[in-house]
């Protein structure tokens, strides 16, 4: 379950998979929202705003549990500008991640809506209807969109490379617990 320093145990492959599907799933709904006709629209409007509301949970899972675990090590020594671009692009992803999680809610909420999770739990605005600040998240909400897009295709890029010029494990290992392989 837990983490070694050699790679991911259960818990961390689980989560990993698990927000990175939320988040495609998330993308797609709120695209296909944006592009969609009124009625058909609102529904898929409350189902992505249902599921993002569960993200929060999933990212505090996974925060938590890298706090308590740690990080296996890094497979294998790069040149400075990759390692310092295979460091920030998991920050850029999270914070891109930030930005979605604070500008949806506050986007529902500054047009006077209250966020309805799945139809079970209403959170109502504490806001009121704020006109301009709803244009300001609007517009963050559309900039962190286009943020986590580049760095989801740079976070591809890099499995890519790991997989195709390195043939080193960094893909397995968070594929199935990993305590059996070696390093290449
Ligand atoms: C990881 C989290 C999230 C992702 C990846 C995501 C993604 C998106 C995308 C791609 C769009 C279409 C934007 C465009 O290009 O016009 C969108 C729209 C929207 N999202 Fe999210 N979102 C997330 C979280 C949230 C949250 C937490 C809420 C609210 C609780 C929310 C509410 C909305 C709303 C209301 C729209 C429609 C905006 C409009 O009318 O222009 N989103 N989202």
């Known amino acids: 379950m837990k983490d070694t320093e050699n790679g991911y145990g259960g818990v961390s492959i689980l989560l990993h998979w698990l927000a990175a599907i939320t988040m495609i799933a998330l993308f797609l709904l ?21 599921i993002a509301i569960s993200m929060y949970l999933i990212l505090v899972g996974r925060i938590g549990w890298r706090l308590y675990n740690g990080r296996p090590r890094v497979l294998i020594e790069q040149s400075q500008p990759l390692t310092l671009l295979a460091q ?19 986007m529902v909420w500054s047009k006077g809506y209250s966020i309805n999770v799945f139809g079970m739990i209403n959170l109502p605005s504490p806001l009121g209807k704020m006109e301009t600040l709803h244009e300001v998240m609007e517009a963050l909400h559309k900039v962190g969109a286009k943020i986590l897009f580049f760095s989801f295709i740079l976070h591809m890029l890099g499995v890519l490379k790991h ?10 290992r968070m594929l199935a617990p990993s305590k059996k392989f070696s390093e290449k």
């Open 88 to 106: 920030w692009v998991p920050i850029i992803l999270l914070a891109g991640l930030a930005l979605m999680l604070l500008s949806g809610p506050i």
């Open 30 to 50: 709120g695209q296909a929202a944006e592009d969609a006709a009124d009625s058909k629209r609102k529904t898929l409007l409350g189902l992505h705003i249902s």
């Open 163 to 172: 997989l195709i010029i390195d043939r080193d494990n960094t893909l397995k």
